[in-house]
């Protein structure tokens, strides 16, 4: 089993220069898929953190629960950012779960983030969001 508080740690502080550190926690083929990307290879992986760093301001985890399997955990988290995109603009929270599964040196081979795209981030989109919020009226009981 990995070190699960270091990981924890790792995310909690990640900056941009800490990309080049995900080969410390994740395998060399780890797979990863979120509600927009599903990738394979620690080069991928830090390609979509490495973008994260330039398209919001201030990206901050914190990690509010933790469940933990023989050869997983689930985590789960909310992600603070600024962001001139959506609307209202400055702090924004999304919360979400991380399944993490573990390989034999205990890196982690297998991350699967869950999270509601529509409510925790096309809701707060100028234009669309108007539309989705609607949408939600119509068929909500």
């Known amino acids: 089993m990995p070190n699960l508080d270091a990981l924890v740690a790792f995310y909690e502080n990640l900056g941009a220069a800490d990309v080049e550190r995900f080969g410390a926690f994740y395998a ?7 509600p927009f990307n599903e990738v394979r290879g620690l080069a991928a992986i830090r390609r979509i953190f490495a973008h994260m760093f330039r398209q919001v301001d201030a990206p901050r985890f914190r990690v509010e629960e933790r469940i933990v399997a023989d050869n997983g955990a689930v985590l789960v988290w909310t992600f603070h950012f600024r962001s001139r995109r959506l609307a209202g603009g400055g702090d924004q929270t999304m919360r979400g779960v991380s399944h993490l599964r573990f390989d034999a040196a205990g890196k982690v081979a297998h991350h699967r983030d869950y999270w509601d795209a529509a409510e925790e981030l096309y809701m707060k989109l100028p234009a669309i969001g108007c539309l989705m919020r609607g949408l939600r009226r119509l068929i909500a009981t």
């Open 28 to 34: 060399e083929d780890a797979y990863f898929k979120d």
